[in-house]
């Protein structure tokens, strides 16, 4: 389908680092699908939002909850909805909805949902309204085993209604990574490229407060460029030189990240850390 685009994943919970108390949740959430859950009497999971800065593990964990649980991830592409002619919009919407149930179970991937719906619904005659207004009340109604994933990378342009309790089951605020986290990412990223390595990490961690999950990845990128172009293995020494060419998001957009984390800390969402 056009509006859906089928994405295969090889990602599970374990390429992701950090993020202990969402993955908790979410082996929690997968429990729930059983026809046991459903002789307890637990309903059908509906979906998560992840609300985080560019390159904190929204889109993987999207990947990972889809590869982990054996279910298809269908990616929707929230503009492709928004149809030149009137009506078509709501149209488009029900057979995306139409389309996904019949694959069911599987994941809907919802990706930047602030874009989709983070406008001045005026501005198109109340179309973005309605088809938000298609998607909550399906969501609230459905009895087909379709978890959504929705991903924001901030909650300022969101409408109220996607917010308020009980539309997803929860909200997490994918934060930028602790210490203990960037040293776990840094492993990661490195045992990927060099399974056996024993690169000390003390100083990187150090070094790399306010990074993103996908500054660590650059920063571990980088590294490997300084080595290999004078022909000899990387190490400690070119992780901090990449490092310290890295201007990280934190930096750039540190008034965004502050009021998403002010937002969050208000009871809005939870930490996807254990904090």
């Not at 990602?11 to 108390?21: L, M």
């Not at 149809?83 to 149209?91: F, K, N, Q, R, T």
């Not at 990378?153 to 602790?178: A, H, Q, T």
């Not at 407060?209 to 300084?226: C, K, N, P, R, Y």
Request: aromatic share 6%.
């Amino acid at each position: 389908s056009e509006l859906l685009e089928y994405c295969p994943s090889e990602a599970s919970p374990a390429d992701i680092g950090g993020h202990e108390a969402l993955k908790h949740w979410l082996e929690q959430r997968h429990m729930a699908f059983s026809e046991e859950a459903m002789r307890y009497g637990l309903p059908l999971p509906r979906g998560v939002l992840l609300v985080g800065p560019q390159g904190t593990g929204k889109s993987l964990t999207a990947k990972a909850i889809a590869h982990s649980w054996s279910m298809p991830l269908l990616r929707l592409d929230v503009g492709r909805l928004f149809a030149g002619l009137v009506g078509a919009s709501e149209a488009r919407t029900r057979d995306m909805i139409q389309r996904a149930e019949a694959m069911a179970p599987c994941v809907l991937w919802i990706d930047e949902i602030d874009k989709g719906f983070g406008g001045d619904s005026r501005s198109d005659g109340g179309t973005s309204q309605r088809v938000l207004g298609t998607v909550l009340t399906w969501m609230a109604e459905k009895t087909s085993a379709v978890f959504v994933v929705a991903t924001a990378n901030g909650v300022d342009k969101l409408p109220g209604e996607l917010l308020r309790k009980g539309r997803f089951d929860e909200i997490f605020l994918l934060d930028l990574p602790s210490a203990d986290e960037r040293h776990s990412i840094l492993d990661l990223q490195l045992r990927r490229r060099r399974p056996k390595h024993s690169i000390t990490l003390e100083v990187l961690v150090d070094r790399t407060a306010g990074f993103s999950g996908a500054e660590l990845e650059q920063t571990v990128i980088e590294a490997m460029h300084l080595a290999f172009a004078e022909q000899r293995e990387f190490g400690e020494a070119d992780l901090i030189a990449a490092a310290s060419q890295v201007v990280p998001l934190s930096r750039t957009a540190r008034e965004q990240l502050e009021a998403l984390q002010a937002w969050a800390s208000g009871g809005r969402a939870r930490p996807a850390s254990r904090g």
